[in-house]
């Protein structure tokens, strides 16, 4: 039986201005986490969350991370961390944002001052943090104040984990959390983290599973120092063309990775899964658009998905070591390092992709019988994350959608990474659900970056409506 | 019959001290073209050495070349040119070198101040510019004092060409040349140009050809912006694969050239050519010492001075637009251009190149069948030079070499390119030789040049001796 709504819902609709204050007051503070000179305005973001939060009753620390590593003279931001609800009787639910933001400048090109939340016409907030990650910590936020100002019990305990370094890899967290889950988080039922978009901009989504990603480096080396072309060219075996010819063994133009045994380490694709793609809302002419042209790959809005969520891709980033600016030298570059990725999917394992990534570059390097010299490594390595799509946190998240969109959800996957969600996964060992409020126009890390009203507003519905739902979802799923 | 040399040679020993101060005053001024702030210098230059040449007994002009494009807030420096000796009756040798230098610090590594002259215990004479380009210079000067104050007739009539600004693309030179070539240098027999080095330390060599370069650039480009690989990867073409394809079809580990035509256009090699290897002073011990590492491609002295100095080569330089930082970034590049070269040799006419080239690498790109766009341009190229080393230029060079030092010269080509030899043949239609006074470990353009003082000495009577030879030689050849 669907929970009794209709209270709260008039209140976020009555509450609508003072929300959008919340947010304007939020992004005038430029908590930009990777430049030094406003670590300190990092430090009053979490102060203005903590006091908003401590206002409306919750129980709220800010606990201290220590010194920046590489930049010991900076104080890392603390992790923001309440408590709303003690009630053993009701499911607890964990949900992390951050209140850092990417950095922002007016003459990047922004419309607006980036830090002044400018409101158009047609309901778009324009201003730094406010699709990411702001909008949606404060909807958390929101959804407390609306539940108190409407009288309504809210129907879970609520834990909230807000860091302040996300921008620049989240330092310290991953320990934190791992620290916590028996502590502040210990009662912990299930996680929801509300940082990623909708695949487009009319329909929800909840996300499922994320790709990762083995990053790689691959070195040839010969003469001691820069060589001139003139010189030693037709003479010298050249770093750069033995570079370019393994370069060239690992992907074709197609996408298929020519890696031997890589595909074998990918799950098989399952009828069940396969009947999600067909309904889900996207089109060829999305990814059209948001390439800015017509190269893709793949026939089929099918095949896309598949190929951005559930198959492995390999891309070459770029090449260190040889001339990368404009114009012309003649140099043969001495030692030259190719840099690619591939990013993993269930089942693929690092350790065995790196054996096979190693054997087949050093069997293609073999094959050229240059003097050169090769070394391959991984640089770094993040794992990939899939969830149960049909776990009650999943499930209440599916109702509410329905309830405030009128819409099914879009069941997606994403291609990148959102390394706390597996840390969050692993530390707890509860089902973390995606659960986006922005679109996918919003333009985060970019310049007029934003947030639409029906997003925020229809955003902290949804997030108060997941909460009813998941405190109805039987108890033994 | 030899010429009579003996009271030449005798003076120039006599007047080495002098010849070394000469040496040690053109050093100290920091005559280098490519910094504004020392433009004065250059001026001061070549005020020195029309100075020098007049006080000789000869007419000398300094002629302006205008001001200098893209910083036309500087006057070009004059070319000095000079004519000792006007005698219908005798040879011309028009002579030609630079009085500008390469950029010093001594914070650059130096152990000595690089415009004080430094003569050390081995007689090794440290300075900026002492074998690039002054100490050749001024061998010229040495060569008419020594004459003179030796009560012998210069055997030749003497033109001098001397440029200021060699080290910064020689702006205006070429123009310059072809108007005085039928003007000041109307009369001119032969050209002899030093400015290059010897093959080893101990032998001279006389060059007789240079290979020419094309350098291309081939660009692909999709998306109409950077892309971000988890997104993206493996649903869109990625030009930085399709160009790491092309790129891995030019030239092979060997330095094979495996564009289809390229090996048709190389004059075939002679009997004649072949057997003036053997002799040249070379060991695959100096190839590797001068790569500092072993990675040479031919087995033998011989194939790896053809695969050098006759043969032409294919080397990529580098990859724009590419991540090209040392650590991690996982971008999808929306356009990446490809930069490389081909040193051309006989008969490598530049057109038929760039057109094999062309439709190589449009041929490569169609079989991949990708939806990015491809583009190949040339940059820039110049031609390859080769002289015939029979003609009575080289031959009486080579008498001079047998004179003063007791051998048979080195018969060499070079890989690289001199533009101003070519420029000097096409304005004359005279043979050129390039004479080199200095050797392979002078560290021209780096830190701690230096010129022997042997060669340099010795380099003024064999500079005389070749006057003298050249005035021997039958005139009908």
């Known amino acids: 039986m669907a929970p009794q709504l209709g209270p709260f819902f008039k209140q976020v609709d009555d509450l609508s201005g003072s929300f959008v204050d919340r947010l304007r007051k939020a992004v005038a503070i430029p908590s930009i986490s990777a430049q030094d000179e406003n670590r300190k305005d990092v430090f009053k973001m979490a102060q203005f969350l903590a006091s908003e939060l401590e206002s409306l009753g919750a129980e709220v620390h800010q606990r201290p991370l220590g010194k920046q590593p590489g930049k010991e003279h900076l104080d890392l931001p ?11 009787n009701k499911r607890t639910i964990l949900v992390y944002g951050h209140y850092d933001v990417q950095p922002a400048l007016k003459e990047d090109g922004w419309a607006t ?34 539940h108190k100002k409407a009288g309504v019990e809210l129907p879970v305990n609520l834990l909230c984990c807000f860091e302040g ?9 991953e320990e934190f959390i791992q620290a916590e889950s028996k502590k502040f988080f210990k009662d912990t039922d299930a996680v929801c983290i509300s940082d990623n978009y909708w695949l487009g901009t009319e329909k929800p989504c909840l996300t499922y599973g994320l790709r990762g990603c083995n990053y790689y480096s691959v070195s040839v080396s010969g003469p001691a120092q820069d060589l001139h072309s003139g010189v030693f060219g037709g003479s010298a075996h050249e770093p750069m063309t033995d570079l370019v010819n393994v370069l060239s063994k690992l992907v074709d133009a197609h996408g298929k990775i020519l890696i031997p045994g890589i595909m074998d380490l990918v799950e098989p694709l399952t009828e069940e899964e396969k009947s999600l793609y067909g309904d889900i809302s996207y089109t060829m002419e999305n990814l059209h658009e948001s390439l800015g042209s017509k190269t893709g790959i793949h026939p089929t ?40 990725s591939i990013r993993t999917v269930p089942n693929m394992e690092s350790k065995d992709v790196n054996k096979l990534v ?42 509410a959608v329905q ?6 959800p879009d069941m997606t996957r994403e291609g990148g990474s959102i390394p706390v969600t597996l840390n969050f996964e692993q530390a707890t060992g509860k089902n973390v659900l995606l659960l986006p409020m922005g679109s996918s126009t919003d333009a985060a890390h970019s310049v007029n ?28 799923t």
């Open 165 to 173: 370094m996300e921008e620049y890899g989240s330092e310290g967290l």
């Open 113 to 146: 001052e980036p830090f002044e939340l400018s409101v158009d016409n047609n309901g778009r907030m324009y201003g730094r943090g406010s699709t990411d990650d702001k909008g949606p910590v404060l909807g958390w936020l929101n959804v407390i104040e609306a």
């Open 358 to 399: 190693f054997d087949h570059i050093k069997t293609e390097f073999a094959k050229l019988n240059s003097k050169n010299t090769l070394d391959v490594w991984l640089q770094h390595d993040g794992k990939w994350w899939v969830a149960s799509p049909k776990h009650w946190n999943f499930t209440a998240a599916s109702k």
């Open 403 to 408: 309830q405030v969109f009128g819409v099914q």
């Open 78 to 88: 603390p992790v923001v961390i309440a408590r709303y609800g003690n009630d053993k």
């Open 449 to 476: 970056e934003k947030l639409d009203k029906r997003n925020y507003i229809e955003g902290v519905k949804l997030l108060g409506a997941y909460l009813h739902y998941v405190a109805e979802e039987p108890i033994n």
């Open 301 to 340: 809005k099918e095949r896309t998905l598949m190929a951005r969520w559930r198959y492995p891709s390999l891309s070459i980033h770029g090449i260190e070591g040889a001339y990368s600016a404009p114009g012309a030298k003649t140099v043969i570059p001495a030692k030259v390092i190719g840099k690619f």
